[in-house]
């Protein structure tokens, strides 16, 4: 594992905090050196303000009325003299709603243990204990891959598709797009570009990453 240091951008809302309608929250990170790839990761409500409270760059230093679990659980590791050195980000599957990770728990002398725990879990942990948030860059190298499915997933939500009848021409369709990808090198560049907004539509991230590395190859 290839480890790369992430600084936190900060938590962005895709509606009003007033607005009645669904919110979505994304927590920003960014390659701390180098060259600054940012990883995105959805929050559930709960999770974006524990974090935010957590933020280093937060203006309003205030504590919450009530503290948030994963507040609670770094005041109990502080009680049994135990402290977070790294919190390590080590999956990031928008598609499953599985953004897993890793805290490495020490208690300064000769006992040092690992915890799997939830990727927001482990943020929030390693912003309380001012510790150093890394991730493995294979996957900051498919980050923008995961900001466009957030992106889709976002949007199926506030506007989903209406049920409507398989016809004989998306069938086809279907069928020359999964033609396509077996000789990537012999289209244009626009063609596919169509083609990954396509196979990100249909969640068939296989391919869309494959497309996605043949544009990249050729910009």
């Not at 480890?3 to 960014?30: A, S, W």
């Not at 949007?155 to 009848?165: D, F, G, I, Q, Y």
Request: aromatic fraction near 6%; charge should be negative; charged fraction near 30%.
């Amino acid at each position: 594992m290839k480890e790369v240091k992430l600084n936190l951008i900060g938590i962005f809302c895709t509606q009003p905090i007033d607005d009645q309608r669904i919110t979505h929250y994304i927590l920003m990170l960014e390659e701390a050196a180098g060259e600054k790839r940012k990883l995105p990761m959805l929050l559930e409500s709960l999770d974006a303000r524990s974090i935010a409270f957590l933020n280093p760059n937060r203006g309003n230093k205030e504590a919450p009325r009530l503290p948030f679990s994963q507040h609670l659980l770094g005041e109990v590791l502080k009680k049994l003299g135990y402290h977070v050195q790294k919190a390590i980000i080590t999956d990031a599957d928008v598609k499953e709603d599985a953004y897993t990770a890793s805290i490495v728990i020490s208690d300064g002398k000769d006992h040092t243990f690992s915890l799997t725990l939830r990727a927001p879990d482990a943020v929030a942990l390693g912003l309380y204990f001012d510790a150093p948030i890394v991730t493995d860059d294979a996957i900051l190298q498919e980050s923008d891959l995961t900001m466009m499915m957030i992106h889709v997933k976002i949007r199926l939500a506030l506007n989903p598709p209406k049920p409507e009848k398989a016809s004989p021409n998306s069938a086809t369709q279907w069928h020359i797009d999964n033609l396509m990808t077996h000789n990537l090198d012999i289209h244009p560049l626009p063609i596919l570009q169509d083609l990954l907004h396509r196979m990100i539509e249909r969640e068939d991230y296989e391919k869309a990453a494959r497309i996605r590395d043949e544009i990249r190859r050729r910009e």
